[in-house]
């Protein structure tokens, strides 16, 4: 079973839509969650951490629950700008390292 | 505006052919982390170092796969030999220090390595 594990999509929607995107992982002792965002031919960059009371940052919430041992992303009002590969991110309690999942592909179209 | 900087970013070379690609860290940062991304396997660690000793390279092919920091400003990855099996984006990315885990990465834009 994969550490982290996401649907790869792609998932279409229209500009305006709203989309979400869901996570699990497998280790019990994952301590640390975050989304990262990828663009076509780029590097991963930090979108948002995930808390364990759920976050938001403008159209993006993240949401997390550690008993069913999933995270969640959730983009309101999508913009083209928003197409691009979501990466769910974990960091397992006692290692420095990152463990990314393979990401979710979303396109957003006019 | 620091950045990860990486190079080359782009290299095409033959079987059998020595590969060196290099990373300079954002200055400050003490970490740094070698990727391996394909659409099959996704982005995976290959090894990673911090104050420039190496802490775990358990995912880089040993016999075939090196890393190395021979300063703070420079980390290296090479491939000798290079197989196609090795064609796959290359990153390298950089944290800071602070005694929180899973500080955020910093990525590099990468090296499209491409093995004929």
């Known amino acids: 079973r994969k550490e982290v594990e996401q649907d790869p999509g792609p998932f279409n929607v229209p500009e305006g839509a709203t989309v979400a995107f869901n996570c699990t992982y497998s280790?019990?002792?994952?301590?640390?969650f975050f989304w990262y965002r990828q663009d076509c031919r780029k590097e991963p960059k930090l979108l948002m951490s995930?808390?364990?009371s759920g976050n938001e940052d403008g159209r993006f919430t993240a949401q997390l629950n550690r008993a069913s041992q999933y995270i969640s992303l959730l983009i309101r009002d999508s913009k083209l700008s928003d197409s691009a590969t979501y990466l769910c991110?974990?960091?397992?309690?006692?290692?420095?390292?990152?463990?990314f999942g393979k990401g979710t592909m979303l396109l957003v179209s006019p | 505006d620091a950045r990860v900087t990486q190079t080359p970013r782009h290299k095409v070379t033959e079987m059998g052919q020595e590969v060196t690609m290099r990373c300079q860290p954002i200055?400050?940062?003490?970490?740094v982390f070698w990727y391996r991304q394909t659409m099959m396997q996704g982005l995976e660690l290959l090894a990673y170092f911090r104050n420039r000793a190496p802490l775990d390279d358990s995912g880089m092919p040993k016999d075939r796969f090196s890393a190395e920091m021979p300063d703070a400003t420079l980390a290296t990855l090479k491939i000798q030999p290079s197989e196609p099996r090795d064609s796959a984006v290359y990153f390298c990315?950089?944290?800071?220090?602070?005694?929180?885990?899973?500080?955020?990465?910093?990525f590099g834009p990468g090296t499209r390595l491409l093995v004929l």
């Open positions: 995930v808390y364990s």
């Open positions: 200055l400050g940062h003490n970490t």
């Open positions: 991110v974990v960091n397992i309690a006692g290692y420095s390292t990152l463990t």
């Open positions: 280790n019990s002792a994952s301590q640390s």
């Open positions: 990315a950089s944290a800071r220090p602070t005694p929180r885990v899973g500080e955020t990465q910093y």
